[in-house]
């Protein structure tokens, strides 16, 4: 190359240079940035009708079998565990956390219950009907803390309230349009919006006791959340998840991650409302389920804390959309260790409950039992039907002819082989009892004539606990009556299964227009289970709560046999 060429390439010879000079400087370049992940992944840990299950419930149905599952020590590990894979983890609840609860918990007003879920980080609970057990006063003091009226902090603590947030969505004040508590609540992940709306069932006035709600309204649950859906879209908020306390029935129930045929008041929700919603979290039914409805994700967590509904959700950090949504439930094995904070919470509370729970009352020759389903009679309903006839038969406790009780009421069995507290096999102890009737219900016997016992009796065939014909009152010795199974079986026939001459009074058909004293809880005396008749009874007479009854009839009859008689008869 001449000196004329080396002059015209030396300004590129000098820059190569120094760039390799630079790079000889610094080092080699570092790996740019991966670009941010599109999506958000939200984790949801989901339970549902939780009812003061402080210790192991039982077991859970499977395809190969029942697997004991369940207990609040193991289910605060179960769920810490999890929240433990995501910090963008959100857990829920979808009602009946409180009421129908075991004597551990009712023992003290559900405050135990509380305090559980205080200490697994619940975030949300929506109200279910049972929540309402006590009246809205309760709930309140649920939310807010504070000793109970009556009763005080009987733990000798003080009770701090929940440290969640109750939602109620379609529960407002009559005349108004304000909740009760929140309707929905937003939390945010990494720049998303997810909305939490939770409520529960519309028909909670009909299994609720009147008196407890009083001044209150239910409103739809589909078109509650179509309103807030709508709200939210303003707010900016695309990703949207119901709590509700309503659910199905699958047609196989141990198919715990299945949805074989599935039925009931959620799959009408689900489908009249909007597109919008992305996922329900359901419950009421104590069903297990994990469904696609409509083509969004639908999941329940059976009862008791025996399973924790675990939902992967994906948000678009763009648009703020739910990409994807999986769902699994994962049983509650025994099989972790025990969560030492709730081990020592149960202790505490069973120090003091141990000494009135172990108590025996009496003893039974053989097994009282519920029947398959609500709709049909059972030897522990005809138990405690005539358990409360006796405690109100004379003329200082009301002169009753005739007790009925809701099949509602009956939580339990009274088996001969269990053993609470060392007992002898067939011992009954109050804390057995209690789990047998955990409401506390007052008696009261009033005045019906034969045609308002009737039109009683009728109503068990309409209205939505949980379906028609499956309140079968159960009812006291003397007292029988018949009915078709084909006549009941149509709806079209509501109002007119019983025929009124069946109706007998110790063999005596009852007269339409005499006058009889009967004996129910105060539950359905206010209308509870859609049996509004009884609110028109008169000469109303308040008696002892119904465990009292209970008690003295063991007291009084022990060892008790079962009747095998049947005082319903069913025709073809």
Request: with cysteine; hydrophobic share 45%.
């Amino acid at each position: 190359m001449n000196l004329r060429s080396l002059r015209r390439f030396l300004p590129v010879v000098l820059l190569a240079a120094m760039v390799v000079m630079l790079v000889v400087a610094i080092g080699p370049a570092e790996a740019a940035p991966s670009p941010q992940a599109r999506t958000v992944p939200i984790q949801i840990l989901a339970v549902n009708d939780f009812h003061g299950a402080l210790m192991p419930p039982g077991t859970i149905g499977t395809p190969t079998g029942n697997v004991n599952a369940g207990g609040a020590e193991y289910l605060a590990t179960w769920i810490k565990t999890m929240k433990a894979d995501n910090p963008k983890t959100v857990v829920v609840s979808a009602g009946d956390m409180i009421g129908a609860t075991p004597l551990l918990s009712a023992l003290f007003h559900d405050e135990p219950a509380i305090e559980t879920f205080n200490e697994i980080g619940l975030d949300f609970n929506a109200v279910g009907n049972h929540e309402f057990d006590e009246g809205l006063a309760e709930l309140m003091r649920m939310q807010n803390g504070g000793c109970h009226p009556v009763d005080g902090c009987a733990d000798g603590d003080p009770f701090d309230g929940a440290d969640f947030r109750y939602l109620a969505a379609n529960v407002v004040y009559e005349g108004t349009n304000r909740t009760i508590f929140p309707a929905y609540r937003v939390m945010t992940f990494s720049g998303v919006k997810v909305a939490f709306i939770g409520m529960t069932l519309e028909g909670t006035p009909g299994i609720v006791s009147p008196s407890g709600i009083a001044g209150l309204d239910f409103k739809d649950e589909a078109d509650t959340v179509n309103r807030l859906v709508g709200i939210l879209k303003t707010k900016g908020v695309k990703a949207v998840v119901v709590l509700v306390h309503e659910g199905g029935y699958p047609a196989v129930s141990t198919e715990y991650n299945g949805c074989s045929g599935i039925s009931g008041p959620i799959v009408d929700i689900v489908e009249r409302t909007r597109d919008e919603v992305d996922l329900f979290i359901t419950g009421h039914t104590h069903q297990a389920y994990n469904c696609v409805i409509d083509g969004r994700v639908v999941t329940s967590a059976a009862s008791n804390g025996r399973l924790v509904t675990r939902i992967n959700m994906e948000v678009s950090r763009k648009t703020k959309d739910v990409t994807s949504i999986s769902a699994e439930n994962v049983i509650v094995t025994q099989t972790v260790t025990k969560d030492p904070a709730i081990t020592a919470l149960i202790a505490k509370y069973n120090a003091f409950a141990a000494p009135l729970a172990n108590r025996i009352i009496g003893s039974i020759t053989a097994d009282f039992v519920r029947g398959a389903s609500r709709g049909v009679e059972s030897n522990i309903g005809r138990l405690i039907a005539d358990a409360m006839l006796d405690a109100t038969d004379d003329p200082d406790t009301g002169n009753a002819q005739i007790a009925f009780m809701n099949p509602g009421g009956i939580r339990e069995d009274f088996l001969v082989s269990d053993i609470a507290a060392g007992e002898a096999p067939g011992e009954v102890t109050f804390g057995e009892m209690f789990i047998v009737q955990p409401f506390g219900n007052a008696m009261v016997t009033m005045d019906l004539t034969g045609t308002q016992i009737d039109a009683a009796l009728e109503a068990q065939w309409i209205g939505v606990n949980p379906v028609p014909g499956n309140k079968l009152l159960q009812v006291s010795e003397g007292f029988t009556y018949s009915y078709s199974a084909a006549v009941a079986a149509d709806p079209a026939n509501a109002g007119n299964v019983v025929d009124i001459n069946t109706i007998m009074l110790n063999g005596v058909p009852i007269d339409p227009n005499g006058v009889y004293r009967v004996t129910v809880n105060s539950f359905i005396a206010d209308g509870g289970d859609q049996f509004p008749v009884f609110v028109q009874g008169t000469n109303r007479l308040g008696g002892a709560v119904d465990t009292d009854a209970l008690e003295a009839y063991f007291a009084a009859h022990s060892p008790l046999t079962p009747d095998p008689v049947a005082r319903i008869t069913v025709l073809p």
